[in-house]
């Protein structure tokens, strides 16, 4: 039998922000948070970063206990925040009808850059999530078909089963609506832009809306 993995030496093995990293200069970046995350975005895409994004959710359950998860970012924008998509009936969709704030976390690893937004979530029309849906892959219709999301599952059969007759709906019928699946939009108050340093002298630049537009200001590491 293999012998258990030392974690301990797994992770005093492990560095990060070992690599030649970008330089970042506060002083040239715009007024507002959006054109900052397209261009790290595009930079993270450029610099061949896996998956970039699928940031991390974090919401609060109505009793205000933290919880977070993975989704897939569908756009980021000055007039509908950063959106992402889910069932209304799921744990987060719960969270979020009860408590209506959120935070995304993106972390690049290849450029040593991680982004925080944090701010008030709204659903978006009907029509978003459904036209958000069906430009999607039939993996993807099929996948929101089979629906149930954060429900107790009794088998793996059972979603096989499920899975299997969501795929053949999604073929025959690709315009078949998902009344639960959800186009969420998070107006961000707070987004900060962090640029990890091989010597700690991490750069964090964060912006904060004021009544008119945003504040800058930077961040002890
Ligand atoms: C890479 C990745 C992307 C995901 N994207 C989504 C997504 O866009 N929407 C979604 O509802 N779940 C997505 N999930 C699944 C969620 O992480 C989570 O398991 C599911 O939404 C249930 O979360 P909840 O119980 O907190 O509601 C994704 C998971 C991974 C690993």
Request: zero cysteines; aromatic letters at 10%; hydrophobic letters at 40%.
């Amino acid at each position: 039998m293999e012998s258990e993995p030392d974690l301990h030496a797994l992770l005093r093995s492990l560095r990060v922000w070992d690599t030649e990293l970008p330089a970042f200069d506060p002083a040239a970046t715009p007024a507002e948070p959006v054109p900052l995350f397209v261009e790290w975005f595009a930079a993270a895409v450029a610099a061949g970063q896996t998956e970039p994004h699928t940031p991390s959710l974090a919401t609060t359950d109505a009793e205000g206990r933290a919880d977070v998860r993975t989704v897939m970012l569908h756009g980021a924008d000055p007039d509908h925040g950063w959106q992402f998509a889910s069932h209304s009936g799921s744990a987060k969709g719960r969270q979020l009808a009860a408590r209506p704030y959120a935070a995304l976390g993106f972390y690049w690893p290849v450029l040593g850059r991680q982004v925080r937004v944090r701010g008030t979530v709204r659903t978006a029309p009907a029509e978003v999530a459904h036209a958000d849906l069906h430009a999607r892959s039939t993996g993807a219709l099929a996948a929101a078909l089979v629906g149930h999301q954060s429900e107790h599952l009794s088998s793996y059969e059972e979603l096989d089963r499920a899975s299997q007759s969501a795929w053949e709906l999604a073929q025959r019928a690709p315009e078949t609506a998902v009344p639960t699946w959800t186009a969420y939009e998070l107006a961000p108050n707070e987004v900060e832009f962090f640029q990890g340093d091989a010597r700690r002298r991490h750069v964090r630049l964060k912006y904060s809306r004021t009544e008119d537009g945003w504040a800058k200001e930077l961040l002890w590491p």
